[in-house]
């Protein structure tokens, strides 16, 4: 069969199991099988695509139709231009904590800029899951040093696989425990310039109705915020006071209307500056920044 012809079929199969957008789905995963680029798909149309391809394509449909996430079929995904690996034990980057990562790395220049002894930011990265913020600032703020905890060895594994792939394993430390758990009796207190966190923060009403594609197959640990969706925020937001400098950025991650009620949180903290927010690029109130006082 050509790969005209496999794009034809498989659009067809997800069209009629009511995958969305089913044209790009059957594209990427043309792309993934071919070891093509997602554009040369329709560039190559006249390929032939072999048996043992027909085979795993015919797989993968059945999986995609199951409504697995395409990210976890192939095994990777894009975030900011890497190539990153995921699987069941993460949570799959979306588009927004690629804005989140963006910001650290924004704040890292920042720090960096204003150190008259050293151009080292030290970043602390809280759930890194993937470690998809950890392995992007490091890879875009190359003199930045990071710590990168998360509560799940599996998901470390993957982390640690995925900064190794890219490049920046030696500037990474990646340590196992819930939170800031891991830095204590570390002497680290006060000597991050940035906090970051993509935390678990979908509430558990909100997590019921959620598309099968994130109830059931995404990590329910990487999901659950409590049943306000804040048990994460509030803690992050208290514990990044310990381990931020004076002046050091909390940045986090927040769901759809959460912004009002983060700001709160991060306020009666009593340690920060007034909480800015950022917005994705669909105009939701997506990220809560937040610098420590200085004093």
């Known amino acids: 069969m050509t790969l005209n012809g496999a794009l034809a079929r498989a659009e067809k199969i997800l069209k009629t199991h009511g995958i969305p ?20 798909v329709y560039l190559k149309r006249d390929a032939e695509v072999g048996p043992e391809r027909l085979e795993t394509l015919n797989e993968w449909l059945e999986r995609r139709c199951r409504r697995e996430p ?6 990777s995904t894009e975030f900011r231009g890497l190539r990153l690996k995921v699987n069941h034990n993460v949570l799959i980057p979306r588009p927004e904590t690629e804005l989140l990562a963006g ?3 924004a704040a890292c220049a920042a720090a960096a800029a204003a150190k008259k002894k050293s151009s080292t930011p030290r970043v602390l990265d809280v759930c890194t899951g993937s470690g998809c913020i950890a392995v ?10 990071i710590i990168a905890t998360d509560i799940s060895p599996n998901a470390l594994k993957l982390a640690r696989e995925n900064a190794s792939a890219n490049g920046v394993a030696g500037r990474i430390k ?8 891991p830095l204590e009796e570390r ?16 509430p558990g009403d ?26 994460f ?11 931020l400098r004076p002046g050091g950025v909390l940045l986090v991650e927040i769901g759809f209307g959460q912004s009002r009620e983060a700001v709160k949180i991060i306020s009666e903290t009593g340690e920060f500056e007034a909480p800015g927010i950022i917005k994705d690029l669909s105009g939701i109130e997506r990220i809560v920044r937040a610098r420590k006082r200085v004093g």
């Open 136 to 145: 992007a600032v490091a890879k875009e703020a190359p003199g930045a040093l």
């Open 174 to 181: 990646f340590l196992e425990g819930d939170l800031f758990k």
């Open 103 to 105: 910001e650290a790395i």
């Open 70 to 75: 395409l990210q976890y079929i192939t095994g």
């Open 233 to 243: 925020l509030k803690r992050i937001a208290a514990g990044s006071t310990e381990y």
């Open 206 to 231: 909100e997590l019921k109705e959620a598309q099968p594609e994130v109830r059931l197959f995404e990590p329910y640990r990487a999901l659950y915020g409590g049943q306000d969706g804040f048990y």
């Open 187 to 202: 002497g680290l207190e006060a000597s991050f310039d940035i906090v970051v966190s993509n935390p678990p923060y979908v």
């Open 21 to 40: 957008d089913p044209g790009r789905e059957a594209q990427l995963m043309l792309a993934d099988l071919m070891g093509f680029k997602p554009a040369e």
